[in-house]
DNA sequence: CTGTTAGCGCTTTCAA
DNA sequence: TTGAAAGCGCTAACAG
């Protein structure tokens, strides 16, 4: 068990306290001959140091604190994933909270005050635990401006930003103009959009980038083509089956999501217009099942190891006094599959 | 910032330091209005007990160790989620470390030289900070004896297991012959499966859980109905080709996973056989992708929350210096949806 | 009902 | 090159 304290090195190694510390963190130079007495008792008694006595001595930790709203969320973990590689590259301590959000109240997440307690709770335990910082993990982007106080601690949102505090997002705009450029590219002008709900910044800053590359190729604008969407399949599904009831239906659709996208798949499959001969389609989010669909559909892949990491190392270089910083706005990456091909004639 | 001390609080309120810990830690009657008069000092200087000094006097952190893989595998988060849902109960604390198998050393988990370094470094650092037990969450089900040494601290291992340790696994055998029986009721008698890479635990588990259900339900035994998959879609896909080119093929698949039925829907779509019409399917582990499959496959729902409920109670028992207690495995739970019909004669 | 005080295990200043 | 000793912020035994 560890309960052998410095003290215990030190008596068997007939030496200090003070020495035993000065050879654990080279604070010192300490005598060859020593040193090696000292190492090796530790290594003897298997001797850990306790940590807690450390951050209390050395009023620091270098920890900061996750918290995370799911950790379920699809994409949660691979943020976390990129805090963890970078904060592995900083000596910097992770410690976690799990809000459980989508457990705890569903998808309203409109509604702060419902949630603002789970979120203070954690803010208040990972301040007490004397974390140096924190990285708050959205499971939906959105506005969350005075949602934690962290009492003067700094604190970096990602998948979700603040009035106030820096952000790291990535760029939703860029991305649904370049997926809109691939379709152009491949020879498409009548494209049709799928949104999310419309009160959400993505839905919005993907709407944005489809418009610029309509207006940029000059493409015909038709707001028939346009279709607001839910984020479900259902509403994928419904809203393609009107898009290919048009007199005349669009030749490719760009789904906001993946899952959406599945209901795509289902109407174009009902209405015996295959994908990609017929209807091409490209998704957003590179879902797992997105590769395993039929067919393997194109998508954006988003940035979420990289906005992990970018959001470890801002608030790092906050935590040594620096600026924030503005890295560049990670980008998505589309992932050419098979549900895109030029439009038959 | 939260340089604020008890001393603060008790010097502001005008009481000694042990009357504040008193009424912070409702360890002792206190006057209600010293109480009162402490409590809104607390509440005014926004004061936050620090938890380093607190965990070095009482050593006691009421903190336990998670040890994760990769949070990145699918049954991970999950797993998490249930171990976070069952120490919030408990009001344990979690320090979770993401040792990021996947990335670093890719599958290779069959050399634990390679990664044993990662897991010793993650004991060690937890032990540091005072942790008073550790759950273990593999990736992938197998033998881990000897990984870490905790130094006398309790760990239970999740997705794994060692010869000394406690393990909280759910229960394969059960559930592949839950599927049998499912097919079986469904009419079906020629019932082939496709199992993971062999000398894996739960290939052996689930094979065992179809043996019995061939046996037990006398069906004829075929052994060119069996095939050695590796987990993997173009196995599932390949050896679906195989099965379906029989002379008399089957009219159902157990597929011991969903990535590998994912194969098989596109084999027999290849080979134009309908699902379920003219072969039924199931899948293992209710990946999310099976829902949004075409047809969505019906599958075995891995109980992954409860896992990780079940090791964070039997760490607690532990701890309590009760027994671990065998309670139940966890049983998977069959997922109907629409890749199973009766066998069309 | 409240206060004084010894220490939890460690780092670090000061002194030797 | 080493050691003595003062605390870091807190809890709890002891005293009143």
Redesign the pocket.
Same mark, same amino acid.
């Given at each position: 068990m560890s +309960?052998i !304290?410095?003290?215990d090195i030190a008596a068997k190694a007939? $030496? !200090? *306290? %003070? *020495?035993v !510390?000065?050879v654990? +963190?080279g *604070? @010192? +130079? $300490?005598?060859q001959v *020593?040193r090696e007495r000292v190492l090796q008792v530790i290594e003897e008694m298997n001797y850990k140091? +306790?940590n807690a %006595?450390?951050s209390?001595? @050395? @009023?620091r930790t270098n920890t900061i604190g996750v918290i995370a709203e799911d950790v379920t969320v699809f994409n949660v973990p691979e943020i976390i994933d990129g805090i963890n590689d970078c904060a592995d590259r900083l000596d910097m301590h992770i410690l976690l909270t799990n809000l459980r959000l989508d457990k705890r109240i569903g998808r309203s997440f409109d509604d702060m005050d419902t949630y603002r307690q789970y979120a203070e709770n954690a803010v208040s335990e990972l301040l007490s635990k004397q974390v140096e910082g924190i990285i708050y993990i959205g499971v939906h982007p959105r506005d969350l401006t005075g949602l934690c106080d962290t009492d003067g601690k700094p604190i970096v949102y990602t998948y979700s930003y603040t009035e106030n505090d820096p952000s790291i997002q990535y760029d939703d705009e860029q991305a649904s103009y370049e997926a809109m450029r691939y379709l152009i590219d491949h020879g498409h002008s009548r494209i049709a959009i799928i949104s999310g709900v419309m009160d959400s910044i993505p839905s919005r800053l993907r709407f944005n980038g489809f418009y610029k590359a309509v207006t940029e190729f000059q493409l015909p604008f038709d707001p028939l083509l346009i279709k607001m969407g839910d984020w479900e399949a259902e509403s994928g599904y419904r809203l393609t089956k009107e898009l290919l009831s048009l007199p005349e239906p669009p030749t490719a659709i760009l789904s906001m999501n993946d899952v959406m996208a599945v209901g795509v798949l289902r109407a174009a499959s009902e209405m015996s217009v295959s994908i990609p001969e017929q209807l091409s389609l490209i998704g957003f989010d590179n879902r797992e099942f997105s590769e395993y669909l039929m067919p393997r559909i194109t998508t954006m892949d988003l940035p979420l190891h990289e906005i992990g990491y970018q959001a470890m190392e801002a608030l790092s270089r906050i935590l040594q006094g620096e600026e924030a910083g503005i890295s560049p706005k990670p980008m998505c990456r589309l992932i050419e599959r098979d549900s895109v091909a030029p439009p038959k004639r």
């Open positions: +309960n !304290s410095i003290k007939q $030496v !200090s *306290t %003070a *020495t !510390s000065y654990l +963190n *604070t @010192r +130079n $300490v005598k *020593t140091p +306790n %006595a450390q209390l001595k @050395r @009023r």
